[in-house]
């Protein structure tokens, strides 16, 4: 059963588009500079984003960015502190690098991102390696901070803003497919899930100025991106208004009155019918109808919803802090279902074996998944995270087999929704955008409708960035097949 589960964790991992312990890797920028940086990076997208801003901070100050550790003079870790299998798989990679530090003394290595945040300059006792840390909202600083090794000193700065959000900054994109972008729309949490450890590694929530979210989409449309995705920890609660915002000194901005996020994504869409968007994580007590609509009045919004639920029991989700009960998200997920159709993906984040749940309390997880019918879930069992309002207030007394069980419970459940899913989409035509070729076959193409879902098809002379009308004609649990029937399309 535990391997079962691994694997399991395995595929969805690779699958997945957020909050997962997969990693990526830096890519190699010769512009001629000086040194090499190194940057891995854990977590959801929100790191990767990051990372991308970190490497365009440290190309300003004379650095490369290499896919090749070997010959880098700097190695980030950009790091995830979601669950306690996250750290352990930083530790891990620290001790290898430790290995290869004792070859190379003078290559600097420092930890970004949530875990640095967490444990502050105490990760410099714990990890002898180490030789810089740096929290999220420390990236501007990152240049003095290796200055500062580089004089013989270790290095931290994790202090938390209440303003920052790298809008000035435009992101290098590392391990980009030249189609798909992300582009970060709000900084940190307000919303103390009891489970989680973001309110604490990422601070305050803070909104980016909607002029420049604008700017940089149309810049990645001018180079031939034809998809953004905007980011944030609870995207329906962005709201920008120049007085509340005014610490943030950018350019002059254009925006003058309050923006929402139904507002923002308007604005984005209106850079060109042929840039698709996208957006996560959006919240269940904040996605309003305002959105909805807004979808559906823009084809190129993406009908695609991630709006975790992480228990179907509204005594859970109580003590979990998630302000919304069983009820409430059935509302949202009808008000979905009624203004944007059958056809908009649903997908979802769920915790099995929270501190005190019943098999009864599982159950209604099982039944709410029935009832909503999502096309995906990223499932974890819960993980008590030292900090946060579960650990203090509430004892993690479900055993691990348990809590692995539920999980592996809600896994089969999800691939057996996913497949029927699928299975709804079997002789209907769906534009497509070529994101590349697929990862079985160079011969065939993959890109993914506006649900979401990935399907893969012969190129017939197509390219990546290219829309196409694909006819489906097989599935499993995760993908569609399909073929061309018609090129003529945005
Ligand atoms: N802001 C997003 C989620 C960010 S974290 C939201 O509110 O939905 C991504 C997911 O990790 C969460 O949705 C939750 O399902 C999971 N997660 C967070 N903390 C966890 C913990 N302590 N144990 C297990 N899973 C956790
Ligand atoms: Fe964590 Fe909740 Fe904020 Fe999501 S909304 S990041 S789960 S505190
Ligand atoms: Fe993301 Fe992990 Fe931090 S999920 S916000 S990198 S704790």
């Known amino acids: ?67 090749n550790f070997a010959e880098a003079d700097v190695v980030f870790l950009n790091t995830c502190s979601i669950r306690e299998k996250a750290e352990t798989t930083v530790r891990r990679r620290l001790a290898q690098f430790n290995t290869i530090k004792k070859k190379k003394p003078e290559m600097l290595i420092g930890v970004l991102g949530c875990m640095a ?33 580089d004089e013989g000193q270790k290095a931290v700065n994790t202090f938390l803003s209440r303003e920052e959000t790298y ?56 180079k031939g991106y034809k998809e953004v995705t905007l980011l944030g920890q609870n995207v329906d609660s962005y709201k920008w208004s120049p007085e509340a915002n005014n610490k943030v000194k950018l350019e002059k901005s254009e925006v003058s009155e309050i923006i929402n996020f139904a507002n923002l994504i308007e604005m984005v869409a209106q850079v060109d019918p042929k840039l698709r968007v996208r957006f996560s994580t959006s919240h269940p007590k904040d996605i309003t109808d305002e959105v909805l609509y807004t979808m559906k009045k823009y084809d190129n919004i993406c009908k695609y919803i991630h709006l975790p639920v992480q228990s179907g029991n509204s005594r859970i989700l109580e003590m979990m802090n ?9 509302n949202r997920v009808d008000a979905i279902r009624s203004i944007l ?15 005190s749940e019943t098999e009864e309390e599982h159950q209604d997880t099982l039944t709410l998944m029935d009832y909503v019918q999502y096309d995906f879930s990223y499932m974890f ?40 899913r699928n299975r709804l989409d079997l002789g209907k035509t769906h534009e497509v955008l070529i994101e590349g070729t697929s990862k079985r076959s160079d011969e065939q193409l993959q890109g993914r409708n506006s649900a979401n879902k990935v399907i893969i098809f012969d190129g017939e002379g197509h390219k990546k960035g290219d829309y196409v009308h694909v006819l489906v004609n097989d599935c499993n649990h995760a993908t569609l097949f399909g073929k061309i029937v018609n090129t003529e399309s945005k």
């Open 1 to 67: 059963m535990d391997n079962l589960i691994n694997d399991i964790d395995i595929i969805s991992e690779e699958e997945k588009t957020e909050s997962c312990e997969t990693v990526k890797v830096s890519v190699n920028t010769n512009t001629g500079k000086s040194r090499k940086l190194y940057i891995e990076s854990y977590g959801c997208q929100m790191n990767f984003s990051d990372s991308e801003i970190v490497s365009s901070i440290m190309a300003e100050n004379g650095f490369d960015t290499t896919s």
């Open 117 to 149: 945040e967490r444990l502050k300059a105490k990760l410099l006792d714990e990890e002898k390696i180490v030789d810089l840390v740096a929290g999220p909202d420390a990236y501007r600083d990152l240049p003095g901070l290796v200055s500062q090794v």
């Open 167 to 222: 809008a000035d900054i435009s992101p290098v994109r590392l391990n980009s497919n030249g189609v798909t972008a992300f582009i970060s729309i709000m900084r940190g949490c307000d919303n103390m899930c009891s489970f989680c450890v973001v309110p604490f590694t990422r601070g305050r929530e803070r909104s980016r100025d909607p002029y420049s979210i604008v700017k940089e989409a149309q810049d990645l449309f001018d």
């Open 322 to 330: 998630r302000t919304y009960d069983r009820e409430w998200y059935i």
């Open 341 to 355: 159709g059958d056809e908009c993906g649903i997908s979802s984040d769920m915790i099995t074996g929270f501190c």
């Open 381 to 420: 069992y819960y993980s008590e995270r030292p900090g946060t309002l579960a650990e203090k207030k509430y004892e993690d007394d479900i055993p691990l087999d348990i809590k692995k069980r539920r999980l592996a419970e809600i896994i089969t459940k999800q691939h057996e929704t996913s497949f029927s």
